[in-house]
C-alpha cells in the first residue's frame, strides 16, 4: 500500500510527443500505448493510479517505489519502442519522417518525445486529487469528449467505479492508503 506523503511522493508526469505531433490520434496507436504502459509498470515494478493518452501527449500518475527518471525511462522508452515499430511495421513513412532525428548518441533514427518529460512530485492527497480531476478532464477541456468518463483512453471510469468491461488499461488505485475517511 502507497501512503501519500513528504516521504513517499506521488508522481505526475507529462510526456509530450515530437513537435507536438497527434501520434496518439488513432486507435490502434492507444491500444499500443497501453499495453506499453502495463508492460513498463510490470518491467519498474511502479504503480499507475491514473492515465489519459491525448493526441499529442499523455499524463500519468504513479508511485515513487524507482526514482522519477527512471520510471520516465521505462515508460517513455517502451512506448517509444512500440510505437515506432508499428509505424515502421505498417509502412507509416511519413510519420516516420516527421520523427526522425538527426543523429542520437545511442544510434537511434527516430524520436517519439520531446525530450523535456517531467516528473512532479505530489505530496498530499488533495493536491494528487486535483491532479486526477485534470488528467481526467483534459479530454473534455480539449473538446474530445462531453464529460470525461466518455473518452475511452483514460482512468476516469475506473475512478467513477464504471464497468471495466473493455478498458484499456487497469489502474493500481486499491494500492492507495487513504489517510482520510
Not at 499507475?48 to 527512471?70: E, R
Not at 515499430?85 to 520531446?114: F, V
Amino acid at each position: 500500500m502507497h501512503t501519500i506523503s513528504r516521504d513517499t511522493p506521488a508522481l505526475y508526469l507529462t510526456a509530450v510527443a515530437k513537435n507536438r505531433l497527434p501520434v496518439f490520434r488513432t486507435d490502434a496507436i492507444k491500444i499500443i500505448t497501453c499495453k506499453a504502459l502495463d508492460e513498463a509498470r510490470e518491467s519498474g515494478g511502479f504503480a499507475i493510479y491514473a492515465y489519459v493518452i491525448m493526441p499529442d501527449h499523455l499524463h500519468a500518475i504513479t508511485d515513487s517505489a524507482i526514482k522519477p527518471s527512471k520510471v520516465l525511462q521505462f515508460i517513455n522508452g517502451i512506448i517509444s519502442r512500440r510505437v515506432i515499430d508499428h509505424l515502421k511495421e505498417h509502412g507509416h513513412n511519413a510519420s516516420l519522417r516527421k520523427l526522425r532525428r538527426e543523429s542520437g548518441a545511442r544510434g537511434h533514427m527516430y524520436s517519439l518525445w520531446e525530450h523535456h518529460s517531467n516528473a512532479l512530485p505530489i505530496f498530499s492527497e488533495s493536491m494528487f486529487m486535483q491532479k486526477v480531476n485534470y488528467i481526467h478532464h483534459n479530454p473534455v477541456r480539449a473538446e474530445l469528449v462531453e464529460r470525461a468518463e466518455d473518452y475511452r483512453w483514460s482512468s476516469s471510469r475506473i475512478w467513477k467505479r464504471g464497468s471495466l468491461e473493455g478498458e484499456p488499461l487497469m489502474v493500481d488505485i486499491d494500492r492507495i492508503n487513504w489517510r482520510r475517511a
